[in-house]
T-cell receptor
Framework: DSGVTQTPKHLITATGQRVTLRCSPR?????VYWYQQSLDQGLQFLIQ???????AKGNILERFSAQQFPDLHSELNLSSLELGDSALYFC??????????????FGPGTRLLVL | EDKVVQSPLSLVVHEGDTVTLNCSYE??????LLWYKQEKKAPTFLFML????IEKKSGRLSSILDKKELSSILNITATQTGDSAIYLC????????????FGKGTKLSVIP
């Protein structure tokens, strides 16, 4: 158990719908990362938040957005869902020591299936 | 664009064998290289290698970073069926962010 929690574990929805994935980082971690894992693309970085502020963006679609709240939990919002959005969505957290290398710890993931 | 390549993509060995998994990278502003083990779901952290820590060992697992060759290897000795998993290599690079770029992984199957 990494200490990172994600809800829900599974989500089944229809095309065109909107869903929200939730992540609580490890105690003390200020940085939250979202990743998407699909069979053909592997693990792809989506977006990073640090202490409530967006820090970096990766391969995140405009239909997707995220935020980090004052209590440091984060939500990833996926809208106008398409079949190709079906994937495992992971959240990871780290202490984010500025200027230093850091280790990211992954949550159990949310499996999204779009029908 | 940052790139991480792992080889082989899959590997089948017998219990007790020793395996070597490879990872090569092309990134701007390298910070660290991380190895993860992914079984059923979440990747679990194994090692982090940096310029100041190029070799790590934990039990039967060990890893070395070759900064000159821009590569790393993960060795597993005396493999067990519990070592069956996908092993992911990731590189942390980029100024101001600690995002990870992952390789596609090596699927290791250890048969009794």
């Amino acid at each position: 158990d990494s200490g990172v929690t994600q809800t829900p574990k599974h989500l089944i929805t229809a095309t065109g719908q909107r869903v929200t994935l939730r992540c609580s980082p490890r105690s003390g971690d200020l940085s939250v990362y979202w990743y998407q894992q699909s069979l053909d693309q592997g693990l792809q970085f989506l977006i990073q938040y640090y202490n409530g502020e967006e820090r970096a963006k990766g391969n995140i679609l405009e239909r997707f957005s995220a935020q980090q709240f004052p209590d440091l939990h984060s939500e990833l919002n996926l809208s106008s869902l398409e079949l190709g959005d079906s994937a495992l969505y992971f959240c990871a957290s780290s202490v984010a020591l500025v200027g230093g290398a850091e280790t990211q710890y992954f949550g159990p993931g949310t499996r999204l299936l779009v029908l | 664009e940052d790139k991480v390549v792992q080889s082989p993509l899959s590997l089948v060995v017998h219990e007790g064998d020793t395996v070597t998994l490879n990872c090569s990278y092309e990134v701007t502003n390298f910070r660290s290289l991380l190895w993860y083990k992914q079984e059923k779901k979440a990747p679990t952290f194994l090692f982090m290698l940096t310029s100041s820590g190029i070799e790590k060992k934990s039990g039967r697992l060990s890893s070395i970073l070759d900064k000159k060759e821009l590569s790393s290897i993960l060795n597993i000795t005396a493999t067990q069926t519990g070592d069956s998993a996908i092993y992911l290599c990731a590189v942390n690079s980029g100024a101001g962010s600690y995002q990870l770029t992952f390789g596609k992984g090596t699927k290791l199957s250890v048969i009794p």
